[in-house]
């Protein structure tokens, strides 16, 4: 790439970041797309013919489909392809594959989203699989999520629930993940439970040595179960984290533990008390993140203007909780949030993680009866909690994620109408590009005025 095209895209990239500091009414930055990277050995390879894998409606669109094979084989390669919509490609269809590659059309698109094009061969004995997804006005895809009147008032009443019970702040020294820089404690506090009472929350706390006061990062988890050693790194950087845990266990266990407790009491758990608003999973997820941003922003060292809520997946769903709910929370940078629009696939399209009511290979709907876990999923959608959102908000994805498909990503950013900034990597999956990571964590020194 030439000196003066990487001039352009540097100042391209850095345009949102400056326009994210100029006011809550200010116009929203375009999304920045990432140029895509083509692996130097991808022997099989799929792309799209625009190369920002982006288009208008109605615009023509077309995968090619190539292998890299000398000699090229006389009769072709043989394929199995899948060509549909986001997360609803279709069944696979046999092709052979040229030596000049083969292309599919993309039929016409009238209505915002995206189509994915998932390719499987098999060569010398191994299983090869490349996938490209396109999107068409992304900008424009709308929510299906249903915003319940009574939302703001539910979280109101669950938020005095949450105040009867007390803090119960508790701290013990973590000298193996302390640092020079950095003191490290092993940090648990009283949260709600369910029926048996109070439940705790669990995390690391990291806190500069240096005197002053400092900007503060809570960083929330993806989904799963597993231990945490605190975000000591950010923390040298002159932040006070604290990085939690969900599930109300210590986070230093040994691994079996966790492994246990994911193929078992807590498979799945994005399901447990979905009939109920008042008994599901989530609500002691989400009361346990607010208490958690409180309990930072009360920390002796904090310097009481900056509060910064981070994570992907599962953690930008509670990193976009967390700044709706706690107006201390002066910022949010999510990676591709789950539970985004979860109630897409009961609308025919598609929803975020954990695919809610999505329809299985038997052709009937998962998550039945489905009525009341589609109202229990109002008070708890990303997107309800995103339209709320009034801080200014750093995201990123990319349109190969099948975890949390882009369609639903765009649904819940197309709804927040507070400062944000997009950071599009077209052809990354459920994980964050090195670009992607190093322009996060670039935003988020600059929401703390921290020069690393």
């Known amino acids: 790439m030439k000196l003066a095209t990487l001039l352009k895209f540097a100042r391209l990239a850095l345009l949102p970041l400056a326009l994210s500091h100029t006011g809550l009414n200010a116009q929203p930055a375009p999304a920045t797309l990432l140029p895509v990277v083509q692996p130097a050995d991808a022997v099989l390879t799929v792309r799209p013919n625009r190369a920002d894998w982006t288009y208008p409606l109605g615009a023509p669109a077309s995968f090619h489909i190539a292998v890299d094979l000398k000699p090229y084989p006389v009769g072709g390669v043989a394929i199995k392809y899948r060509l549909g919509p986001d997360m609803r490609e279709g069944r696979e269809v046999d092709a052979v594959v040229p030596a000049q590659g083969l292309t599919l059309p993309v039929p016409a698109q009238a209505t915002p989203g995206f189509v994915r094009c998932i390719v499987n061969a098999r060569l010398d004995g191994k299983a090869l699989t490349s996938i490209a997804t396109v999107g068409f006005a992304p900008d424009r895809i709308q929510a299906t999520q249903a915003d319940p009147a009574d939302f703001d008032d539910f979280w109101r009443r669950q938020k005095e629930v949450l105040a009867q019970v007390p803090v119960d702040l508790q701290l013990r020294p973590a000298p193996e993940l302390s640092t020079l820089k950095v003191e490290a404690f092993y940090l648990s506090f009283q ?262």
């Open 191 to 452: 949260n709600v439970g369910n029926w048996a009472g109070p439940s705790r929350f669990h995390g690391v706390l990291a806190v500069p040595r240096a005197a002053g006061k400092f900007p503060a990062l809570l960083n929330v988890p993806g989904a799963g179960v597993r231990p945490y050693r605190g975000n000591i790194g950010m923390a040298e950087q002159g932040l006070i984290t604290l990085q939690m845990g969900i599930h109300g266990i210590p986070v230093n266990l040994g691994p079996e533990v966790y492994e246990q407790l994911s193929r078992g009491a807590l498979a799945d758990y994005a399901r447990y008390g979905l009939d109920d608003r008042n008994g599901y999973y989530y609500r002691r997820v989400y009361l346990g993140v607010l208490r958690a941003s409180e309990v930072l922003a009360s920390h002796e060292k904090w310097d009481g203007k900056t509060l910064i809520a981070a994570g992907g997946s599962q953690g930008g769903q509670l990193s976009i909780v967390a700044a709706a709910l706690n107006p201390k929370v002066t910022a949010v940078a999510a990676d591709y949030p789950a539970y985004s629009d979860v109630s897409g696939y009961w609308h025919g399209g598609t929803g975020g993680w954990p695919g809610l009511f999505r329809t299985a290979a038997d052709g009937q709907m998962t998550d039945t009866p489905a009525e009341p876990k589609l109202a229990t999923s109002r008070y708890y959608d990303s997107v309800n909690f995103a339209r709320r959102l009034k801080v200014p908000g750093h995201y990123s994805w990319g349109y190969n994620d099948m975890v949390t498909p882009p369609t639903s990503l765009h649904a819940a950013y197309n709804a927040i109408t507070a400062p944000k900034r997009l950071l599009i990597a077209p052809d990354a999956a459920h994980s964050s590009t090195a670009e992607q990571s190093r322009q996060r964590t670039d935003w988020i020194f600059r929401q703390a005025a921290i020069k690393p």
